[in-house]
C-alpha cells in the first residue's frame, strides 16, 4: 500500500502548539476509529430516522464543521430521505463562488457544488434531474468543482493558498453510496486535485487515485500526541442504525457484507485545545435486508455507481471553465473509484 507524500521540502504546522514535522501515514484513526474512544455514535452516518418503515434511508452534504469550541455542529447543502426541512432531495449550485458562513462564522467558499440522497430509486443520469424506480435501493452522493475549507477559514488578501491554521482544499470531488437488495453497500471517492495547508503554506499535495481510507497523522512520530488527523476516501461500514459495525474485540471493524454505511472525500481533524472536525463530500445510506432483499428479484438494471464519477467530473469542468477555471478534472477522476477494501 502506498501512502501520501509530501510536497517539496519537509514542511511544518505551526497551529500553537510549536513546529511540527508532516509525515504521511496510513491512518487508522479515522471517524470509526475515534468512535471507538468516544462511544457508539452515529452522527457521523448523518440523521438517523428512527421512524423510517421503508428500510431505506440516505443522507448526503458537502460540507460539515463540528466543533470550534462546541459552537458548531451543521451540515451545508444537505440532502437527505426521507427529506427534512432543511434537507431535500437534491441540492445543487452554480458556478459561482458561495462563501459558508453558518453562525457568523467564516469557513470557507465551495463552488459548482451538488448533493443527492434517493430512496427506492436511483439516478438515471449522472447530472441528476430524473430517476428510476428501484424498490428497496439507498443511494446518495456529493461533491464540488472547488471546495475551500479552513479551521477557521483566513482567506489569503493576495489571493493565494487560505491563511487558515489547516486548510482542505479540494478539486473536482465526488462520492457516492449505494445499497440494494441482496447485494453489500458500495461506495466510491476521489477527486481530481486535493491539498492540506497551514498559515499559507502547503503541507500534502493528495495524489487523485485515492487509497481507501488513507491518510495523515500529524505530527507523524507517535511519540508526540497528534494536532491534526486527515483521511481520504473514509470508507466506514454501519448497521441499518448508523453505528459503526463492531468485530469480536468489540471495536469497529470494516464488514465485507454490510448494507450501510458512509463515505467521506476527505475528513479532517483538528485536536487540541480548538477541537475541529471537518468532512467534504458524504454521502451515506442505509438498507435494512430484513425489509428489502424481498425486492431483490425485481430490480431494473442498476447503474454501477463508479459510472457516475467520470460524468460528473465533465459536468464539473464545464462549470470550472464557464467560471475562468481550466484545470481538467475529468481525466484525473476517472480512474479514482477504488476497489472495496478487505475486512
Known sequence: MSSWRTSGLATAL?????????????APANAAALADENGPDNSDWGT???????GVQADSWVVRVQGLQGILDTALFESAFPTRANAPEEQAGGKNLVDLAPGGFGLGKVSALYSRALGNKVPATASGGTTTPAPGVAYADAGGASVDIGIPYVQNPTGGTQLSPLGVHVEGISV???????????F?????????????????????????NFGARIPGDYSRPPVAL???????????????TLGADKHYK????????????IHASVLGTEVA?????????IRDPLLTDKFKDKLPKLP???????????KLDKLKEAAGTVKPAADAVKPAAPAMPQG
Request: proline residues 7%; negative net charge.
Open 230 to 244: 486527515a483521511t481520504t476516501n473514509e470508507q466506514v461500514t454501519t448497521d441499518n442504525k448508523g453505528m459503526p
Open 176 to 186: 457516492s453510496a449505494m445499497s440494494a437488495p441482496g447485494q453489500p453497500v458500495k
Open 48 to 54: 438517523v430516522v428512527e421512524t423510517s418503515v421503508t
Open 14 to 26: 505551526a497551529a500553537g502548539l510549536g513546529l511540527v514535522t508532516v509525515l504521511a501515514v496510513n
Open 277 to 285: 472536525d471537518v468532512t467534504v463530500a458524504h454521502a451515506a445510506v
Open 304 to 314: 454501477d455507481a463508479k459510472d457516475f464519477v467520470k460524468p460528473v467530473a465533465d
Open 188 to 212: 466510491t471517492g476521489g477527486a481530481a486535485r486535493a491539498y492540506l495547508s497551514s498559515l499559507g503554506g502547503r503541507l500534502i499535495d493528495i495524489p487523485p487515485l485515492w487509497p481507501v
Open 254 to 265: 470494516y464488514d465485507a457484507k454490510a448494507t450501510s454505511g458512509y463515505v467521506n472525500g
